[in-house]
């Protein structure tokens, strides 16, 4: 249930999500979610609503293309939902003075090292295979993911909406891959699977063959690091 979610990570959720949405900003340029002209038609129908109801807003809005990257129900596992909605009746937003200090605070830097620092992910140097454009990897870890994500922003022949599968069980790293696929100029979210499920048929969901090179780091869960393993086999 959402109540289960700690107030620190439902915090961190947030000012990562926030991140994100700045990024999509930075790549469509449309204005349509920060700036005079966002803000001119938000005052012009939010009636009661404030800023939680605004960020709340965005994040439904984002969510139906890029998934885990802003849907509380996928990051945190909440169960009972339908695949397409990214709240549920038990979710709570943040208390508005948090929403307005985080919205007012961003820096301007929409980048994979500020999300990984406000999800509390530590960076750290990882062993990456050579890749090319018909390479497969199959990730577990937060670094192995930012690590990654960094060679791809680096690498624009890469696609990471095609060439990556991430098994995350915990919440920050299923954020993290998430938000990787709008940081990274992706064509669509990021293919993120359950390593509690089994491997066939999460592989079969995301429509992701199984083979592939494994990429881990030493903060991936011991499921994660057990689904990259089956997952490659004969990679």
């Known amino acids: 249930m959402a109540f289960n979610v700690s107030p620190e990570r439902r915090r961190a959720f947030y000012e990562a999500a926030l991140i994100g949405l700045h990024a999509l900003e930075d790549r469509e340029?449309?204005?349509?979610?920060?700036?005079?002209?966002a803000d001119a038609r938000?005052?012009?129908?939010r009636g009661h609503l404030d800023t939680s109801d605004r960020l709340d807003l965005l994040?439904?809005?984002a969510a139906v293309k890029w998934k885990a990257a802003f849907s509380?129900?996928?990051?945190?596992?909440?169960p009972g939902l339908a695949a397409d909605e990214p709240f549920g009746p038990d979710w709570a937003s943040l208390p508005e003075h948090e929403v307005a200090r985080l919205w007012d605070g961003y820096d301007g830097h929409a980048s994979i090292e500020a999300v990984s620092e406000a999800l509390g992910v530590t960076r750290r140097a990882v062993e990456l295979p050579g890749m090319s454009a018909s390479t497969r990897l199959v990730v577990g870890g937060g670094a192995a993911v930012a690590a990654v994500a960094e060679h791809f922003k680096q690498n624009p022949d890469?696609?990471?909406?095609d060439q990556v599968l991430v098994a995350a069980a915990k919440p920050e790293h299923r954020h993290l891959a998430g938000l990787m696929a709008p940081l990274?100029?992706?064509t669509g979210p990021t293919r993120l699977v359950d390593p509690f499920e089994d491997v066939e048929a999460a592989l079969g969901e995301a429509d992701f063959l199984r083979g592939g090179t494994p990429v881990t780091s030493p903060d991936a869960s011991s499921q994660s690091l057990n689904f990259v393993r089956q997952a490659t086999l004969g990679g």
Request: charged share 25%; net charge neutral; glycine share 6%.
């Open 42 to 45: 938000w005052e012009s129908f």
């Open 29 to 37: 340029r449309t204005g349509r979610r920060f700036g005079a002209d």
């Open 158 to 161: 890469l696609s990471w909406s």
């Open 59 to 61: 994040l439904r809005d």
């Open 72 to 78: 509380p129900a996928v990051v945190f596992d909440l």
């Open 184 to 186: 990274l100029f992706a």
